[in-house]
């Protein structure tokens, strides 16, 4: 008997339509390929979920420092579907839809096992993908045509939160991890043990604050404004996913011809990128890009004005201050290096107050002098060099011009914010960073992307300047007779990227 084991890395999310599936009392046998000799042997699928940390030697594409197990509703495994695809022709065979899983072991989260009964599958090797937690089947003859399946209905809302999870995250094996497994009957009848592991298909974004309140200080260490983080808002968060990881080396913008299993496994860290269903049509000039079919749900370029957004609020600390973060969960988004621009890449825009400490100035008799009375600020207050102005002469006076008329404030980093019915506004950008390549001003492969069963936590921990005046929308700017066949299946916990920032 041949013992293949293997393992890959499992994600979960779930939508309303997840359900059905899951309640079904008996293993299902589906979609035969009666071409096949059906000499059934039986299957037994085992769930496991292994929260060990791997050794690591450096930082890659592929991993971080460190890992979380998540909550158990994100690594819960409630079905899965196994297809077999013949190896040496890439036909389908069979289709197996594993229900009653059992837990065989409660050691949670370290150690968590389900087994399911027996199911029939023939003789023969085979190239096996598992997809779990989700009622979505793919029905395609070739196993190429499987690989390159997109699902635009699961996460059709880009946005996921807590609640939605509650019945598990799409799950699958990393397609190169299981090709290629012989399944023979042995002398004893003995189980044949494939081992799966699964990756959740989805990341996980956190966002939290060290604190409300920011005081901003000049080059002497005298405040000057404070500033209140009191919301934030994510973009360009993708609704189709490859079911299957899909990743590729690149060293020019070109489509390159999809084989297994090339194409299907780990990510090079030489020139190594992960590729969603929209990568090529993120072309270098993100201007052109229009999401005309709403491939991005609140994409950047249709921000208007911040009073049109509705704006998350943070969590608020833990009684010894300790950041609580918000949660949501996105499919992956990832482009070319060059192509790691505002108007394709997933980032937050965070939304602050900004209020004078002592530093609005008005023109008083052909001086500037301190406003003390709160009362009069205006409705647009001006900026530059660490003070407040009230009116455009005042600015005018400090800059030294006589006058701002057809001047480019931002020669002198002078900016103007306009008074809501909740203050003065700025608004701050972040990003999101899936691997530093530790050169400033460098563009690194995969630096800006999110990717799937990887945890985002972003923590702002500081913030050292006021913010644009309106939210930044510019899109160019850059960021197989019969035997018994075992499948044990392991779920891996979150990949963790740090992502602690300073505004």
């Not at 579907?81 to 594993?98: E, G, I, N």
């Not at 301190?370 to 800059?399: C, G, M, S």
């Not at 799937?452 to 936590?457: A, E, S």
Request: aromatic share 12%; glycine share 4%; proline share 4%.
């Amino acid at each position: 008997m041949s013992h293949s084991s293997k393992i890959i890395y499992a994600l979960l999310l779930t939508s309303a339509m997840l359900c059905g599936c899951s309640q079904r009392e008996d293993l299902e046998v589906i979609d035969s390929n009666e071409s096949v000799p059906q000499e059934n042997a039986s299957v037994v699928f085992r769930i496991k979920t292994n929260t060990s940390t791997p050794s690591l030697i450096t930082r890659s594409v592929e991993d971080s420092y460190s890992h979380e197990p998540g909550t158990e509703t994100e690594y819960q495994v409630n079905n899965a579907r196994v297809y077999l695809y013949d190896a040496p022709t890439k036909l389908f065979v069979k289709s197996v839809l594993l229900k009653n899983l059992k837990l065989v072991s409660e050691d949670v989260p370290n150690n968590i096992v389900y087994e399911t009964e027996h199911v029939l599958v023939p003789q023969g090797t085979y190239d096996i993908f598992v997809m779990a937690n989700t009622d979505i089947q793919i029905s395609k003859t070739n196993e190429a045509d499987f690989l390159a399946s997109i699902d635009s209905i699961t996460y059709l809302k880009g946005r996921v939160y807590t609640e939605d999870i509650s019945k598990g995250i799409v799950m699958t094996n990393r397609a190169s991890d299981n090709t290629n497994v012989l399944i023979e009957k042995g002398s004893d009848d003995a189980d044949n043990v494939v081992n799966i592991t699964l990756e959740r298909v989805l990341a996980r974004i956190d966002v939290a604050r060290s604190n409300q309140t920011y005081a901003l200080t000049d080059k002497n260490s005298q405040q000057y404004a404070t500033i209140t983080l009191d919301g934030y808002y994510i973009v360009n968060l993708p609704k189709y996913y490859y079911p299957y990881r899909h990743v590729a080396v690149l060293t020019s913008m070109n489509v390159p011809a999809w084989s297994l299993p090339e194409n299907y496994s780990n990510v090079s860290d030489v020139n190594g990128y992960v590729i969603d269903p929209y990568f090529f049509k993120k072309t270098i000039d993100a201007t052109s890009f229009k999401n005309g079919d709403s491939y991005y749900e609140y994409f950047l370029g249709n921000l208007a004005e911040g009073n049109n957004i509705s704006w998350t609020t943070f969590k608020p600390a833990a009684s010894d201050g300790t950041p609580q973060y918000n949660t949501i969960y996105s499919p992956e988004n990832c482009m070319f290096a060059p192509a790691q621009k505002n108007g394709y890449s997933t980032g937050v825009v965070f939304r602050a107050k900004v209020d004078p400490y002592n530093s609005v100035y008005t023109l008083s008799n052909g001086s500037l002098v301190l406003l003390t009375d709160k009362t009069k600020y205006p409705e647009v207050i001006y900026y530059f060099n660490y003070k407040f102005y009230d009116t455009p002469e005042a600015l005018a006076a400090a800059i030294g011009v006589g006058s701002i008329s057809g001047v480019n404030l931002d020669l002198y980093k002078a900016k103007k914010f306009e008074k809501t019915n909740d203050g003065y506004r700025c608004y701050y950008n972040y990003w999101i960073r899936h691997l530093d390549n530790n050169k400033s001003n460098v563009m690194g492969v995969m630096e800006f992307a999110i990717v799937r069963n990887n945890l985002y936590k972003i923590l702002v921990t500081n913030v050292s300047g006021l913010g644009y005046e309106e939210i930044p929308t510019d899109p160019d700017t850059p960021d197989e007779g019969e035997t018994y066949l075992k499948v044990v299946l392991n779920v891996k916990p979150w990949i963790i990227r740090d992502l602690h920032i300073v505004l």
